[in-house]
């Protein structure tokens, strides 16, 4: 798979492509509009990250020229601005999906994965860590047989962490994905619901599977993949 | 009336001025008539002592008494035309004195006699009786002829010239006040006439605001200090609205600057604080920074949040909106929150409520409201959220049994970054942009903002939304939300 990130910020840039590479991505950087759309010309890709502010030639042009000469081309734009308006406005320009600064690197994977149907989100009826088990036709969870009761949030919360078991998801993902963005900034009522979460799945047994990484957020494991990662 | 306005008190110095003008002029008039009155007098006494003179001297010698007194009846005709006439040779007999004059002005036989050397023809006489006192103009005039040495003393009533002094006076006493009076209203309504293009603009100025940073006073094309002062005003506000604008744009692209190295900062160090052989000592100090980076993330959106609430939002996603059920199901999202810090959220089940506007910025007014209350409200308090449809006006109201807010902190609670009790809410990572959040949404909502707060007890934030006509819209949306 070969991804282009246009993007003028140097550093910003070189994470993304860090990541994307160590998720066994082929990726190629142009620092600016004009270099961006001399590489979409030159070379097929199968993906396209476009930051919206750049010199030269501006994302939203790129944006539309990438559009009439790529139709099929999965376009995701990367944007400082979160105006609903804004992000309506690209979709229209022809973006098939939009994230805003700052991101979680976590976040911007799944976004990909996503648009490459590479690894469609997972949309299978039952998710599974350990003997944790998650019907999404049911919406039941068990562990080690037992049935647990959930309240609609929480069944939220463990749905989304179990989407990608491993990975730490940050509050503000949790929290933009089981609530909304009118939450925006409260989210202490993740640790809230996680720590409820925790008391209904995990005191009773002994193998835990909520962890918590500091300054990040939460992640599903079967054990701790290093000491490190600690029990609150 | 305003006894302090510019009109009432320019009206009160017109009409002072007015009466010292009249009272002067009146005076002067008085005065001037009575002299010229006195004088034209004098000239007619003068004119009938030289004819009177002219008879004695034309009379041959020894001449009878009663031939002059003929020859003064008949050429003088002091009766007739009220003047007094009395001619004695001296040293002291009469020989002529006019008859009661035909208006009964005076008494003939009452006049006293003047001494014989010649008096002027101004000197005033009085005379008479107590009940009936007699003010004459009486002159005399010596004279020698052959026919021997004589004073002529010659007089008129001053009660015709007193007569006409009284009236101009009753005159000027009556139209005074009422000329007065008129000259004031005129005065008043001129002057407030004069002003009413400055109460326009007062009324213009007053509506501006930070949201209509376009709108321009009506220049009054009067030539005149308004025109410089409608013109002055609007330079004012371009001034203004540069200003506001520029200072936007930098909060909008400050906010905006921050977030690419936000990105970059969080994602170096999530990669950190994943990775198998970083010490763990490390990845807490790491972790540490990370939730330092969190706030700033969350500071930033609120700052752009801000900016483009200033602005002004498009209000093309505004709908009907149910603020009963949006606070109700957003309660319920909160309420765990709240039990988590042993407080209790209630929020009734209430009839349907509407308002206009955008869906989510209306959730995030409540949001931010409940989240502040469940921070102030110790363990085993209430916070109580409900909307009610009043008369004018929708309100949603937040109660809680909070720490409440001191008095002096009141006026600033919706300030951008302040905190009533800094320690604490910066521990809770809270930036002090929530109420101010808040505040312009509902600004950008044409809903005003109150609180009531008793120190210790709790407090109650209100907002009013200005109610949607009633009619079929609102049903079409009540059927449809």
């Given at each position: 798979m070969r991804v282009l990130i246009v993007e003028d910020d140097r550093k910003l840039a070189q994470f993304v492509m860090r990541g994307l590479r160590a998720e066994r991505f082929a990726i190629d950087h142009a620092a600016d509009g004009r270099e961006g759309q001399g590489f979409l010309n030159t070379y097929p890709y199968d993906l396209l990250i476009l930051d919206l502010m750049l010199p030269r030639l501006s994302g939203a042009e790129l944006l539309r020229s990438a559009r009439r000469s790529h139709p099929s081309l999965p376009i995701l734009v990367l944007t400082a601005r979160d105006a609903t308006e804004d992000k309506v406005r690209q979709f229209e320009a022809g973006a098939d999906d939009y994230l805003t600064k700052p991101f979680d690197f976590a976040e911007l994977l799944v976004r990909i994965k996503a648009l490459l149907r590479r690894m469609p989100v997972e949309r299978a009826e039952v998710l599974r860590i350990a003997d944790l088990e998650l019907n999404r036709l049911t919406q039941q969870v068990r562990r080690g047989g037992q049935r647990i009761e959930l309240t609609a949030k929480e069944y939220g919360v463990l749905e989304y962490l179990l989407s990608s078991p491993g990975r730490v998801c940050s509050r503000t993902m949790i929290l933009e994905h089981v609530w909304d963005q009118s939450f925006e900034g409260v989210t202490n009522i993740v640790d809230v619901y996680v720590r409820y979460l925790r008391r209904k799945l995990d005191d009773p047994f002994a193998l835990k599977l909520i962890h918590t990484v500091r300054g990040v957020g939460y992640c599903l494991r079967t054990e701790a993949a290093h000491e490190a990662i600690a029990r609150e | 009336m305003n006894h302090r306005s510019l009109a009432f008190r320019l009206a009160v110095w017109y009409a002072l001025l007015i009466s010292a003008t009249f009272a002067l002029v009146g005076t002067g008039m008085l005065f001037g008539l009575g002299q010229y009155l006195r004088s034209s007098l004098a000239d007619s006494l003068r004119r009938r002592s030289t004819q009177v003179q002219q008879i004695l001297e034309q009379a041959p010698a020894g001449v009878s008494d009663a031939a002059i007194a003929e020859a003064i009846n008949s050429r003088v005709a002091p009766e007739f035309n009220n003047r007094f006439v009395r001619v004695t040779r001296l040293p002291a007999s009469l020989v002529y004195r006019s008859g009661a004059p035909a208006d009964q002005?005076?008494?003939?036989?009452?006049?006293?006699?003047?001494?014989?050397?010649?008096?002027?023809?101004?000197?005033?006489?009085?005379?008479?009786?107590?009940?009936?006192?007699?003010?004459?103009?009486?002159?005399?005039?010596?004279?020698?002829?052959?026919?021997?040495?004589?004073?002529?003393?010659?007089?008129?009533?001053?009660?015709?010239?007193?007569?006409?002094?009284?009236?101009?006076?009753?005159?000027?006493?009556?139209?005074?006040?009422?000329?007065?009076?008129?000259?004031?209203?005129?005065?008043?309504?001129?002057?407030?006439?004069?002003?009413?293009?400055?109460?326009?603009?007062?009324?213009?100025?007053?509506?501006m605001s930070v949201q209509n940073l376009e709108a321009r006073l009506p220049v009054v094309p009067s030539g005149d200090a308004l025109q410089r002062l409608s013109i002055a005003f609007n330079h004012l506000l371009t001034r203004l609205r540069d200003s506001v604008l520029s200072s936007r744009?930098?909060?909008?692209?400050?906010?905006?600057?921050?977030?690419?190295?936000?990105?970059?900062?969080?994602?170096?160090?999530?990669?950190?604080?994943?990775?198998?052989?970083?010490?763990?000592?490390?990845?807490?100090?790491?972790?540490?920074?990370?939730?330092?980076?969190?706030?700033?993330?969350?500071?930033?959106?609120?700052?752009?949040?801000?900016?483009?609430?200033?602005?002004?939002?498009?209000?093309?996603?505004?709908?009907?909106?149910?603020?009963?059920?949006?606070?109700?199901?957003?309660?319920?999202?909160?309420?765990?929150?709240?039990?988590?810090?042993?407080?209790?959220?209630?929020?009734?089940?209430?009839?349907?409520?509407?308002?206009?506007?955008?869906?989510?910025?209306?959730?995030?007014?409540?949001?931010?409201?409940?989240?502040?209350?469940?921070?102030?409200?110790?363990?085993?308090?209430?916070?109580?959220?409900?909307?009610?449809?009043?008369?004018?006006?929708?309100?949603?109201?937040?109660?809680?049994?909070?720490?409440?807010?001191?008095?002096?902190?009141?006026?600033?609670?919706?300030?951008?970054?302040?905190?009533v009790d800094a320690a604490r809410s910066r521990e809770d990572g809270g930036a002090g942009l929530g109420l101010s959040i808040v505040k312009s949404i509902?600004?950008?909502?044409?809903?005003?903002?109150?609180?009531?707060?008793?120190?210790?007890?709790?407090?109650?934030?209100?907002?009013?939304?200005?109610?949607?006509?009633?009619?079929?819209?609102?049903?079409?949306?009540?059927?449809?939300?």
């Open positions: - | 002005s005076f008494d003939p036989l009452a006049v006293p006699s003047l001494a014989p050397r010649p008096v002027p023809f101004r000197a005033t006489v009085q005379s008479g009786t107590a009940d009936h006192i007699q003010r004459l103009v009486l002159s005399a005039t010596p004279l020698a002829t052959a026919s021997g040495r004589y004073l002529i003393e010659l007089g008129s009533s001053l009660d015709s010239i007193d007569a006409l002094q009284q009236r101009l006076l009753r005159l000027l006493g009556m139209l005074l006040p009422a000329l007065v009076f008129c000259a004031a209203a005129a005065g008043y309504w001129l002057v407030s006439w004069a002003l009413s293009p400055v109460d326009r603009l007062s009324q213009m100025a007053a509506q744009r930098f909060l909008a692209d400050a906010s905006h600057e921050l977030r690419t190295p936000l990105t970059v900062i969080k994602g170096e160090l999530q990669e950190i604080i994943e990775h198998p052989e970083v010490p763990s000592a490390l990845r807490d100090r790491v972790g540490s920074v990370l939730e330092e980076v969190a706030r700033l993330e969350h500071l930033v959106a609120g700052l752009l949040s801000l900016s483009r609430l200033d602005a002004g939002e498009a209000q093309r996603e505004w709908v009907e909106v149910d603020l009963a059920a949006l606070a109700t199901g957003t309660a319920d999202q909160m309420r765990l929150l709240a039990e988590d810090r042993g407080v209790q959220l209630q929020s009734p089940v209430l009839p349907p409520v509407f308002v206009r506007g955008d869906r989510a910025r209306l959730k995030q007014v409540i949001v931010n409201l409940l989240d502040n209350a469940i921070r102030c409200t110790p363990r085993g308090g209430f916070v109580t959220l409900q909307s009610v449809a009043a008369e004018s006006c929708n309100v949603l109201e937040v109660r809680d049994t909070g720490t409440g807010i001191p008095p002096e902190a009141l006026p600033h609670v919706f300030d951008r970054f302040f905190r509902c600004t950008a909502h044409g809903a005003e903002i109150e609180v009531d707060t008793v120190l210790g007890k709790g407090s109650c934030f209100r907002v009013k939304f200005p109610s949607i006509a009633a009619g079929p819209t609102l049903q079409l949306g009540g059927a449809g939300s």
